[in-house]
């Protein structure tokens, strides 16, 4: 197996993600344009007009681009639909992840590429034979233990499961990011209680809060072990990818449209690693320990292994929002970088920089910048410290734009959860 059997799948819900993942060595990106989308409403969205250059800045980068058209289409939208893959298909977008038939039937009449998302949850070779006749790649069931992902994979290569390509099936599987309570992301509890459907981009994520029981007859009420009892921890595999790729996965897909520029470059680089690491023989576990700090660093609710290893009892999040070991703090913005020196000019509109701060700087043409602080100059005086509304200088060998965001990266302190609480009212 080479590097180039494998390829790695980034999330990019913004200029600024989708250079992060240039920049951290994706084979790939996935983004969602307009409103058809699982993510349509947690992230920003591209537009049609946006499709020309996204698939530019892939191509010069080597990577392959491929747009999101997963939510439940209704009748009333299937002219919007069809004029997105045909604006996708004539921009040189790579391929459409749809789950809705009517999506890739269309997509598939007019000869663009199609990704089977893991909402038709494919689970058995029997759904993948059909599938497989619209497209060349299937991301298998989330429910799947590897086991069951090997099976489908051996019967891809006996009986000679092919694409409209006319090549073999490859098997796609999401290997990092969030994990819900939904049978492979089809979940109703947010239409149900808000009229708002999770399977239209609008999930407003009701199972990630916590919850009180309450015996009503008694009014005693028990808060469970202070957990968020249908908020599970996010998927980490890094540390058996070895073991994804024996199963027969080639394409790993991070999960993560709504997250920020950081958390895509530091991920995507984590996951390039390892497969390296298991493609030289060299993956060990002081190398998964290392990137697990790393992947900690960002957005995260706490890792397990999901459903691949066979473990049947779901592992939930202790508290609400991220477990990242590491936040950012707005401090300004660049207003000017000057080549030649390689000296780049600060607003500091939110707070003060010291030297010694690890910046980051992310921007989108830029990407995702981190860097140390070294020598600070305010009036072309040297200093240590440069107050909040100064505008400071800094040596920086990054080309940076103006306008790019400057944040300092601050160490969170770990949260302990408490015990289980319950009172009598």
Not at 275 to 283: E, L, P, Q, S, T
Not at 298 to 321: C, I, M, P, T
Not at 379 to 385: A, E, H, K, Q
């Amino acid at each position: 197996m080479k590097r180039s059997d494998i390829e790695i799948t980034a999330p990019a819900g913004s200029w600024e993600s989708l250079m992060a993942a240039v920049q951290a060595g994706a084979d790939s990106v996935y983004f969602g344009a307009g409103g058809l989308n699982m993510r349509s409403k947690s992230s920003f969205n591209f537009g049609s007009g946006d499709l020309a250059r996204i698939a530019s800045i892939c191509r010069e980068n080597g990577m392959k681009s491929y747009i999101t058209l997963n939510s439940v289409i209704y009748d009333s939208e299937r002219e919007e639909m069809e004029r997105m893959v045909d604006a996708a298909a004539e921009s040189g977008v790579d391929g459409v992840i749809a789950s809705d038939m009517s999506v890739i039937e269309y997509a598939f009449r007019q000869g663009f590429p199609v990704h089977l998302s893991t909402q038709l949850n494919i689970s058995n070779t029997s759904a993948l034979k059909f599938y497989a006749k619209y497209g060349d790649v299937a991301v298998l069931a989330r429910e799947l233990d590897l086991e069951k992902v090997k099976m489908i994979h051996e019967a891809i290569r006996r009986e000679n499961i092919c694409g409209p390509g006319g090549k073999q099936v490859k098997i796609e599987m999401f290997v990092h990011g969030a994990l819900c309570m939904a049978v492979s992301g089809k979940c109703y509890m947010s239409l149900h209680e808000n009229n708002t459907s999770a399977n239209r981009g609008s999930c407003y994520q009701t199972c990630r809060r916590s919850y009180i029981v309450t015996d009503r007859e008694t009014g005693y009420e028990l808060e469970i072990d202070n957990e968020y009892i249908m908020s599970p921890k996010d998927l980490c595999t890094i540390g058996f990818l070895d073991r994804m790729l024996d199963a027969g996965v080639r394409v790993l897909k991070i999960e993560g449209r709504a997250r920020s520029p950081e958390y895509v470059k530091t991920v995507t680089e984590c996951y390039d690693e390892a497969v390296k690491a298991v493609i030289g023989g060299n993956y060990s576990p002081e190398k998964i320990n290392d990137w697990k700090k790393r992947l900690s660093t960002v957005f995260n609710r706490g890792f397990w292994d999901g459903y691949y290893l066979g473990q049947k009892a779901g592992e939930w999040h202790s508290r609400y929002g991220s477990a990242a070991t590491r936040r950012k703090v707005y401090l300004g913005r660049i207003t000017n970088y000057f080549t030649r020196p390689r000296v780049a000019e600060i607003k500091l509109e939110n707070g003060d920089l010291r030297s010694g701060d690890l910046l980051l700087i992310t921007g989108p043409t830029t990407g995702v910048v981190e860097y140390t602080a070294g020598e600070i100059r305010v009036d072309y005086t040297r200093t240590d410290l440069a107050p909040k509304g100064s505008y400071c200088s800094v040596k920086i060998n990054e080309y940076l734009r103006t306008s790019d965001k400057v944040y300092k990266w601050v160490d969170e302190p770990e949260i302990i959860p408490q015990g289980s609480r319950s009172r009598n009212t």
